[in-house]
């Protein structure tokens, strides 16, 4: 469902899926970006690049790009959330329709990077550059954001928690350090509870091993 606001954005809801995720890998930024300075006559455009998890991250960040840039025109973006099923929203914050939001988007869909927030902030020059000069100019100023990011890869992992008695501590630990699982909450009384990450890829298989003990209580988050 697309829905449409005022400000010149259009916000998909996580609910479409814009493409799918095969693999457990995703990649992402691993820091917010130096900032970068792209100029056309005598309009400047700064590209900025981070990594958020969340919707509300997004407001705060552009805030503080609006207080360090108090001359600017515009503070135009777009960003993209989810793995395998993502949501993105681009805006272009009064520039004509689809000048800026969405071709900083298309930067975002070609450094196929996700939870990442990529904003472009335009210091008018005096000329008019066109909806042409535009599209040209956001992109531009996107993609040396992201390509002087720090882009990384990051495994997709799925939560199992475990509940057990301590006679079967020793198996479960085995099974952990067999596939090398991260141990993510851990409670150890009267009766055990572990809770544990577990590759996307392998987790029907590792739900499977831990099932076979029927004395281990499962459950998935």
Not at 150 to 165: G, N
Request: aromatic share 10%; net charge positive.
């Amino acid at each position: 469902m697309v829905g449409y606001c005022a400000g010149g954005y259009k916000y998909f809801t996580s609910s479409q899926k814009i493409m799918s995720q095969k693999s457990d890998t995703y990649k992402t930024l691993s820091k917010a970006s130096e900032p970068i300075i792209f100029k056309e006559k005598k309009s400047k455009f700064y590209g900025y690049a981070f990594p958020v998890q969340t919707i509300e991250e997004v407001k705060p960040i552009l805030e503080i790009l609006k207080k360090k840039h108090q001359g600017a025109n515009h503070v135009c973006y777009a960003w993209q959330l989810g793995v395998e099923t993502k949501s993105y929203r681009a805006n272009d914050d009064g520039e004509p329709n689809n000048s800026a939001g969405m071709p900083i988007f298309g930067q975002i869909q070609a450094f196929e990077v996700t939870n990442t927030l990529v904003a472009v902030v335009r210091i008018f020059g005096g000329t008019k550059l066109g909806v042409g000069g535009l599209i040209s100019a956001y992109r531009e100023a996107a993609k040396m954001a992201l390509d002087v990011s720090s882009i990384i890869e990051k495994v997709q992992k799925l939560p199992i928690h475990l509940s057990f008695e301590y006679a079967d501590m020793d198996f479960v630990m085995r099974i952990i350090k067999q596939y090398r699982l991260k141990i993510q909450e851990q409670e150890l009384k009267e009766k055990c509870a572990i809770q544990v990450l577990v590759p996307k890829s392998e987790f029907e298989n590792i739900h499977s091993i831990f099932e076979s003990k029927h004395t281990i209580q499962l459950k998935k988050l």
